[in-house]
């Protein structure tokens, strides 16, 4: 077992991808190409966080079935240990269906994620002295609001949470002082605060609300606008770094993995406009390319991709 770790405790998907061409139609049979990966926002997490040289532990459930094999050999070639996780006997995969425009952006998806029911707190209270000894601690919204607030109650070690959607971010509205970070787009933020994000200065409003509530790190993207951070009274808007864009999926999973990466390695002692710039140059490395989690990842690359954008970085 490595001496200092990442635990993940999330979903563990089979994706089904279609990327139509140029020219998307809307009801329509578009060009493109179809691709079958590894996803899930715990596994996607997980993944980027190896990239990232963090050694991670995912805690989640797979199936016994075809695509139960694909996820688990995937991830143990993509070196995330799956030593925590388990295969639930007669039961299918978690399964996401989505197709993108030819903008990269999201059209309709499905997800058939009835396994996750299996992270209980009776599955997590197994697993809980692991768990405690890692050194942050990830929860990825797709589990049960059950699961997650026994782990809020339980968990010694810094939570940090990825809402996943505006239909799962009340699941933890009551343990907001209980989450060391937090990472909202403006929709969850708004469920969340009351406040509606519609520029910077909502957004700053709905950080400080969180900050009050006992919530030491928010980190809320806001899409074309970027990524605001709020920490103490400390403020930071970074911009959006990307030069093109190939598709949007899995770019908030790889904000979330940078920020963990960030604490990781540095510990609060990285000011917080730093941890934004590493989070957005992450992210636009990860737009650029049609897979959820990019193979042009790496430590090295998002340091050099912050260094062109200093520039990008709004404090006040």
Sequence with gaps: MEKEYVVVIGGLNVDIAGLSGPNYREKDSNIGQVSINVGGVGQNISHNLTKLEIPTYLISVYGDDNFGHIAKTECEKNNMNLEYSKCIDRTGNSIYLYVNDDK???????????????????????????????????????????????????????????????????????????????????????????????????????????????????????????????RNGEVALVKPLAKKIVSTNGAGDCSMATIVWSRFSYGDALPLKEVGLFTQAAASINLESPCAVSPELSVRNIILRAQENVAEVVTK
């Design 104 to 230: 990269g952006d999201l059209v309709t998806a499905i997800n058939d994620m009835n396994i996750i029911k299996y992270i209980t707190p009776e599955f997590l209270k197994e697993r809980l002295d692991f768990i405690n000894q890692a050194k942050i601690v990830v929860i990825d919204c797709n589990i049960s609001k059950e699961a997650i607030e026994w782990l809020a109650q339980n968990v010694t070690a810094p939570i940090f949470i990825d809402p996943v959607s505006v239909a799962k971010v009340d699941r933890i509205e009551n343990i907001l002082g209980q989450i060391d970070t937090l990472k909202p787009n403006e929709h969850e933020v708004e469920i969340l605060t009351g406040v509606k994000v519609i520029d910077e200065d909502s957004a700053r409003k709905a950080a400080q609300i969180l900050n009050e509530k006992g919530l030491k790190n928010v980190f809320v993207s806001l899409g074309a606008q970027g990524i605001l951070c709020s």
